[in-house]
């Protein structure tokens, strides 16, 4: 599966103080009407197009924009030396410098093995490696993206043998989002922050995620799940949390944005999705107040905490270990396939009721994978997202209120904590690896 690109073309910015209030607080009253009434006469078109516009983060954006910032690839690598048991693809080589993520990792099958893997967009050399039955390292060789569909790798390919200087470790992709579709907010994409590692084991049919909830940054709470992409809840074995309890262990009250409690669940259409939690301000805090309700606050979002509105906590992270029936659809679950997404029951305004939504990656802006959100898709078919998908470990994500990118059409500049980010937006082509160039360190936490 591929990113996907939306032909959609925005309308002129007018970003005033006043008019932005005004179209925020009109643009909540007709989304929530519409929604609570089930009256699909109340919503007014125009004015959720002139709002979204006129909340963007620039003018000028990009009309074909994927907001996806990797490539993938399948390809078989055929292995005729029986000393090679399993193959791996590396994002770097492991001989020479640390941080070499393994994208892709398969045991040798009728002497060859097939691999699936996700990289940065702009990767170019990537290093195939053999590793021997015990897991050993035999050598690496260069891997051109693109290459082919089949290539030779025996002992005498390797151009690099023995012992590596740096072992490679797993790769890790970072998932940050608003948590208000479909109303705009202030794209600081810290309302949920996610890691997610993906891992191997000696099973072909296994892939392991480890998934690292790192910031809430909104005192509304929200669900969370993965949606695997193509893998079916029928083709899945077991979900098994390798290192505890469920990450909403003991929670208290009644289920509602997910409610069914099994760790694998089963979405609308079939598909195989993991229950992460149902109340990200449990996950965090596990503290209730004097009427029985889940205390929330903002986790992990600004340096300077205040009572009783920010705080400063430990990740908390969950091994999935997921058995697939086949391989087949073990490798399936890559980067570029799986789906994490809240479920938010958000009050605009603190005051209106919007109605549960499910806030997906681009890629998967208009999928209801436990819920059916959409009674005309159309209606928000824009080019914003309320997610971001960015492969690398450690991004470092705006402090609260903090955006992404402010435009000032006063001296028509854009100012924000990474260079490029506003380039990026103009022109999806360009400035793809903005994420590695912080400009202003002080407004990420």
């Not at 963007?56 to 030396?81: G, Q, S, Y």
Request: one cysteine or more; aromatic letters at 12%.
């Amino acid at each position: 599966m591929i990113c996907q690109q939306k032909s959609v073309i925005l309308r002129p910015k007018h970003n005033t103080t006043a008019m932005k209030k005004n179209y925020y607080l009109l643009a909540v009253a007709v989304v929530a009407l519409s929604l609570t009434s089930c009256n699909k006469e109340l919503f007014d078109q125009k004015q959720y197009d002139e709002y979204v516009d006129n909340q963007f983060m620039i003018d000028n954006a990009d009309p074909e924009h994927d907001w996806c910032l990797t490539k993938n690839e399948t390809v078989t690598v055929k292995t005729p030396d029986a000393a090679i048991y399993r193959v791996q693809m590396l994002t770097a080589d492991p001989y020479a410098v640390s941080g070499a993520e393994i994208a892709a990792d398969a045991v040798c099958y009728g002497a060859e093995a097939i691999i699936s893997y996700t990289v940065p967009v702009t990767t170019s050399t990537l290093y195939l490696a053999a590793l021997a039955e015990d897991g050993t390292y035999l050598g690496v060789m260069p891997y051109s993206f693109g290459a082919g569909q089949d290539i030779v790798i025996t002992q005498q390919s390797l151009t690099k043998t023995g012992t590596v200087t740096y072992p490679p470790v797993p790769q890790t992709f970072s998932y940050l989002y608003e948590s208000t579709f479909p109303i705009p907010d202030d794209f600081d994409y810290n309302d949920m922050v996610l890691r997610i590692t993906k891992s191997y084991t000696s099973l072909s049919t296994q892939v392991d995620l480890t998934v690292s909830l790192a910031a809430a940054g909104t005192a509304n709470s929200y669900a969370a799940a993965i949606h695997l992409g193509d893998v079916k809840y029928d083709d899945v074995e077991s979900v098994e949390i390798l290192d505890g309890d469920p990450m909403d262990a003991g929670y208290p009250l009644q289920r509602a944005l997910i409610t069914q409690g099994n760790t694998l669940i089963k979405g609308r259409s079939g598909e195989a999705v993991i229950n992460l939690f149902e109340n990200v301000h449990w996950v965090f805090g596990k503290t209730r107040d004097e009427l029985g309700r889940i205390v929330g606050i903002k986790y992990n979002t600004s340096h300077v905490v205040k009572e009783e509105v920010s705080a400063t906590a430990e990740a908390v992270t969950r091994t999935f270990r997921i058995t697939c029936k086949t391989r087949d659809v073990a490798r399936l679950i890559t980067f570029d396939r799986i789906d994490p997404f809240v479920i938010s029951n958000a009050k605009y305004d603190q005051t209106m009721d919007a109605g549960i939504w499910e806030i997906h990656t681009y890629q998967y802006k208009f999928t209801g994978v436990l819920r059916d959100c959409f009674t005309d898709k159309k209606a928000y078919d824009n080019h914003v997202s309320w997610a971001l998908v960015i492969p690398k470990s450690d991004f470092r994500y705006p402090q609260e209120g903090v955006s992404m990118c402010t435009y000032q059409k006063d001296i028509d500049a854009t100012f924000g904590p990474y260079e490029g980010f506003a380039d990026w937006l103009k022109n999806h082509l360009t400035n793809r690896t903005w994420y590695l160039h912080v400009t202003r360190e002080q407004l990420l936490y």
